[in-house]
């Protein structure tokens, strides 16, 4: 029998199988990760080693430099993962691996070391959306959440309101149409000569700034619940420039909050309209930008106000994690989504494809 013969014939048992744990792989930026996480729900080990350090010297993810660190890390994290388990490699029941969207040669690295561990294991290998995995971080987070629901996530790539309307189905309601609102983070972050990653020392420096000192556009966009944060951005690199210019003394931390309060408040009330206008009841937030202090509390207080019921995910699961793919996998398993060697990665992966329906 071939290695997928096999592989589909293990993924239909472990549908009916009672306790399915599964080591997921993330790799697809600047975070080396591997969990181990069982039915979807419960985390058993959460490893993750962050390169920020490789990369603050130049102001920003270098690809090379990442895959170079994903290859030697990669098999070290997946030990670890293990080994905080209380598990051996033979003991866990399925393999998963974010396979899109992200830097190629990162992804590769993960890709590659989650199949090489599938056909020696002869397991399963679950092929995950590494946006699919944010979103899985809220039922990590609370065992109470099932779709559907919507789900507002915003990362350094991405932004998105997505409509859960069950396990593995999504539909875009909004989207950004230029930066993604983490990458205008650090960007006003860059300016200000905030290390990078900007997004959050930007957050902290604006609890004690002043949100109404400077005055930033209202973004316009296409679609009503479309996001947009370049013109939000360049009109603050702009003010920053020309306060610069007079010779002033910048006013750093009353500078982080107002273009904070400009786009948690773009954020939450495109967010807000949805809701209203389609009648969410719950909604959810995700990604590395939802780790935002102000986000959070406005998301939370919005909702709070409308009667939605609102999900975040808790602090540590809201940057890139393995134990958010790890979850996210056990329904793709749930609904047979298993890949077969052939399996690549996918820089430019839409949220929309299923593997094997692409
Ligand atoms: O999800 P993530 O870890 O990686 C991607 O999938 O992109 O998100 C990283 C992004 C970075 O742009 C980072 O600056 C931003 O999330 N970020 C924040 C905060 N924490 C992380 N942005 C604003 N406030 C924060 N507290
Ligand atoms: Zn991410």
Redesign the pocket.
């Known amino acids: 029998m071939s290695y997928f013969e096999n592989a589909q014939k293990q993924a239909a048992a472990l549908r009916e199988k009672e306790c399915v744990r599964i080591l997921a792989i993330e790799s697809?930026?600047d975070?080396t990760a591997a969990a181990v996480v069982e039915n979807g729900r419960k985390i058993l080990s959460n490893a993750v080693f962050s390169q920020i350090d490789l990369h603050a010297l130049y102001g920003g993810v270098v690809p090379e430099i990442a895959s170079r660190a994903h290859v030697e890390k990669v098999d070290r994290m997946v030990d670890e993962a293990l080994r905080q388990a209380g598990m051996a490699l033979q003991d866990v029941d399925a393999l998963a691996v974010t396979y899109g969207p992200?830097l190629v040669g990162a992804l590769l690295t993960g890709v590659s070391c989650a199949k090489a561990l599938a056909y020696g294991t002869g397991k399963p290998l679950i092929p995950v959306h590494?946006i699919e995995g944010?979103i899985a971080a809220d039922f990590l987070s609370h065992p109470d959440l099932t779709p559907p629901f919507a789900c507002l996530v915003?990362?350094?790539?991405?932004s998105h309101l997505f409509s859960v309307d069950g396990y593995g189905e999504y539909r875009v309601l909004g989207q950004t149409q230029d930066d993604?609102?983490?990458?205008a983070?650090?960007k006003a972050?860059r300016v200000l000569d905030i290390p990078y990653?900007?997004?959050?020392l930007?957050?902290?420096l604006a609890e004690e700034g002043d949100p109404n000192a400077l005055k930033l556009p209202r973004p316009k966009t296409q679609g009503r619940y479309d996001y947009s944060f370049s013109g939000l951005k360049t009109a603050f690199i702009n003010a920053v420039h020309t306060l610069r210019q007079k010779g002033e003394t910048l006013p750093v931390a009353d500078l982080c909050a107002s273009f904070?309060q400009a786009v948690v408040s773009f954020l939450v009330d495109r967010a807000m309209l949805a809701a209203e206008e389609l009648g969410i009841q719950k909604m959810a937030l995700a990604?590395?930008?939802s780790?935002?202090?102000l986000?959070r509390r406005e998301m939370e207080s919005a909702c709070r106000k409308r009667g939605i019921a609102f999900y975040m995910p808790e602090l540590s699961l809201?940057?890139?994690n393995a134990a958010m793919i790890g979850s996210a996998a056990y329904y793709r398993l749930l609904r047979g989504e298993i890949a077969d060697l052939t399996l690549n990665a996918r820089p430019s992966l839409m949220l929309s494809s299923i593997p094997g329906k692409e």
């Open positions: 697809s930026c975070e992200g590494h944010h915003v990362s350094g790539g991405h993604a609102a983490g990458e983070f650090d972050a990653p900007g997004g959050p930007l957050d902290k904070r990604g590395g930008v780790a935002n202090r986000l809201c940057g890139d």
